[in-house]
């Protein structure tokens, strides 16, 4: 069970989660809310994800990760973005972005239908090299998020 307290100005969240014989431990740390009902809403929200997270592994979080969230990775990893690539990004961002990356292969299929009609060949090979670009930059931050068998969905 996660419980919070007080510490300063902010409200801390620790304690443990258990599901069936396994337990997370959660690190004592600040949930950067100042007030108890919105530091409930963190305490809530995060043993529910760690819950999700506990029962449905890594492969849980392709569930909830969104296509938005890995472009948005893509965007702030080190080593910055290309000119180029940001039109890019924002386009597929606005037709598929609310695709969950479980979702990628669908999206990947609903973006050539909308967006690459009448493009060449070349340009789509672009567009489909930024998107993965995006779910691998995903899966490298993400640990144990794996998007490998993804890119086989996506390659035609």
């Not at 801390?12 to 258990?18: A, L, M, T």
């Not at 959660?26 to 809403?41: L, P, Q």
């Not at 890019?88 to 609310?98: A, F, K, M, P, T």
């Not at 060449?120 to 068998?149: D, I, Y």
Request: glycine residues 8%; hydrophobic residues 35%; contains cysteine.
């Amino acid at each position: 069970m996660l419980t919070i307290r007080k510490r300063g100005k902010y409200f801390h969240i620790r304690g443990s989660v258990r599901v069936g014989r396994e337990t997370r431990i959660i690190k004592e740390h600040s949930s950067g809310r100042d007030r108890r009902e919105d530091a409930e809403e963190y305490r809530s929200k995060l043993e529910a994800d760690v819950r999700h997270e506990m029962l449905y592994g890594g492969r849980g979080r392709t569930h909830t990760l969104t296509i938005a969230d890995a472009l948005l990775a893509y965007v702030k990893r080190p080593g910055g973005l290309r000119s180029y690539d940001l039109a890019r990004i924002d386009e597929i961002n606005r037709l598929v972005g609310d695709f969950t990356i479980a979702q990628a292969a669908d999206a990947w299929t609903n973006f050539k239908r909308k967006r690459c009609a009448a493009l060449s060949v070349v340009t789509v090979q672009r567009f489909r090299a930024t998107f993965q670009a995006a779910l691998n930059e995903s899966s490298r931050q993400g640990g144990e998020l794996r998007c490998a068998g993804i890119a086989k969905a996506i390659a035609a």
